[in-house]
């Protein structure tokens, strides 16, 4: 029983926050909150283990340069082995694409894009994360792109203007992911990676993150979207603050603080999501204390 937790919590449900909270906002803006069925929960699971199998195969390539950043270690702890750890990543793959063709064959299909850029995120010979913008790219397209078009029913919708919202999302999860890869800098740096925080410095990366959400905060004005509009301006004014003062404690709260105010929308359009992500979050914090005596998650 233990064993299985501790796979739950490898799996980084905190950093799950996107796939769910994307996805219903989404399927919210198309379908309305009324019409969420057993496929749209079928896909959405699905999904989730998708992205959770990349996060397994990201701490087995990761190993090292996660010892230098000093980031939770499961496989570093020897509280999962290296061979479950790839054992489990196949399994839930495998049942996540094949369920992903009996819903659909543009979804099995789809689901077999994402387990291929998940894969080579983080292995070699690609290893897209570890290259300047393949990392970028790769990140926001996975989430901001193929997320929503994850939703049954999405490809059949023909109006062009339906790729606005996946576009927005594309540049607020860009912005985001710039700013939380500055901390990782030291790391990636020693373990030869070429990321953007390695090549640029920290104005410079914000800056562009910046950018991205002006970008974000036009789109979400095309679409006439209150909730994403105040998202999206609220990010700005945290971004130009820590331009003015790059501190540690406000970057991470500006990475965060885009895909956590788009959680509580996910929350306000289903109020069951709500109480299950403070469950989650309370659970997490109890977890980590428990098996590895820290304090998570944790913004400072």
């Keep these: 029983m233990v064993k299985i937790v501790d796979f739950i919590f490898a799996a980084r449900p905190m950093l799950l926050l996107p796939v769910w909270s994307l996805y219903l906002i989404a399927d919210k803006y198309y ?15 699905s999904l989730t283990l998708l992205v959770a199998g990349s996060y397994y195969i990201n701490q087995i390539y990761d190993y090292q340069s996660d010892l230098i950043n000093k980031k939770l270690g499961f496989l570093q702890s020897g509280k999962i082995s290296k061979n479950e750890m790839i054992v489990v990543y196949v399994l839930i793959s495998v049942v996540s694409i094949i369920t992903g ?20 995120y983080s292995a070699p010979p690609l290893r897209l994360k570890d290259r300047p913008i393949s990392g970028l790219l790769s990140n926001s397209f996975a989430y901001g792109i193929l997320v929503p078009l994850s939703i049954p029913g999405f490809a059949a919708k023909p109006d062009y203007l339906i790729m606005i919202m996946p576009t927005y999302f594309f540049m607020t999860v860009s912005a985001g992911y710039l700013l939380t890869i500055i901390p990782d800098r030291d790391g990636d740096a020693k373990s030869g990676k070429q990321t953007l925080a390695v090549l640029l410095s920290d104005r410079s990366i914000i800056i562009v993150a910046t950018i991205l959400l002006v970008i974000s905060l036009l789109l979400a004005l095309q679409m006439n979207h209150l909730f994403l509009i105040l998202i999206s301006s609220v990010s700005i004014l945290l971004y130009i603050t820590i331009l003015i003062s790059p ?17 509580l929308l996910a929350g306000y359009y289903y109020p069951g999501y709500l109480i299950f992500l403070v469950a989650l979050l309370f659970l997490t914090r109890l977890y980590y204390k428990k098996r590895f005596g820290i304090d998570y998650p944790r913004i400072d």
């Design 247 to 263: 501190k540690i404690n406000l970057i991470l709260l500006a990475c965060r603080l885009p895909i956590l105010l788009m959680s």
């Design 31 to 45: 379908f309305g909150a009324d019409l969420f069925g057993i496929s749209d929960f079928v896909a959405l699971v």
């Design 101 to 120: 063709f009996k819903i659909s064959l543009f979804l099995g299909g789809l689901f077999c894009v994402v387990f291929i850029l998940g894969y080579f």
